[in-house]
C-alpha cells in the first residue's frame, strides 16, 4: 500500500492569515466561550452577569457587559479583562488591539468602582 505524501504550503504561517470580522463569525458561534479570549470559565460569568447571548454581550458593548461582570463579580474589574472582551468583539486576540484601545480600557475601568472592604477584623486577631 503506498502513502499519500501531503504537501504543506508555510510561505504564509495559519496565524497570520487574515481574521474574520466579529460580523462574520457572530453567525457561525453558538455560544460566548467559542469567542476569541473566551472561554467556559468566562461565560458562566457573562450568564451570572445575566448575559446569556452573543448578540446581548454584541449588543452591549465591552464597556457595558465589563460593567455588568464587575457588578456581578469584583475580580473582573482589571484592564486585562477589558483587553479579552475588546478583542473578542473583534475577533482579534487580546494583545492585538490598539494601544489606542487599551488606553481607553485602562482609563475606564478607572472609573469602575472598586470593591467595598469588609469592616470585619480576620478571625484569629484582636
Not at 70 to 91: D, E
Request: aromatic share 8%.
Amino acid at each position: 500500500m503506498k502513502k499519500k505524501s501531503v504537501t504543506v504550503d508555510t510561505r504564509r504561517p495559519r496565524m497570520f492569515s487574515e481574521e474574520k470580522s466579529f460580523a462574520e463569525i457572530e453567525k457561525t458561534v453558538s455560544s460566548i466561550a467559542e469567542l476569541k479570549n473566551l472561554g467556559p470559565a468566562t461565560e458562566k460569568h457573562f450568564h451570572k452577569a445575566g448575559i446569556k447571548t452573543v448578540a446581548q454581550f454584541k449588543n452591549l458593548g465591552w464597556k457595558k457587559t465589563l460593567a455588568q461582570l464587575v457588578k456581578s463579580n469584583p475580580k473582573h474589574r482589571h484592564s486585562l479583562f477589558a483587553y479579552a472582551l475588546i478583542g473578542a468583539l473583534k475577533n482579534q486576540e487580546w494583545f492585538r488591539i490598539s494601544e489606542e484601545e487599551k488606553l481607553e480600557a485602562r482609563e475606564f475601568t478607572a472609573t469602575l468602582k472598586p470593591a467595598k472592604k469588609s469592616l470585619q477584623k480576620p478571625k484569629g486577631k484582636k
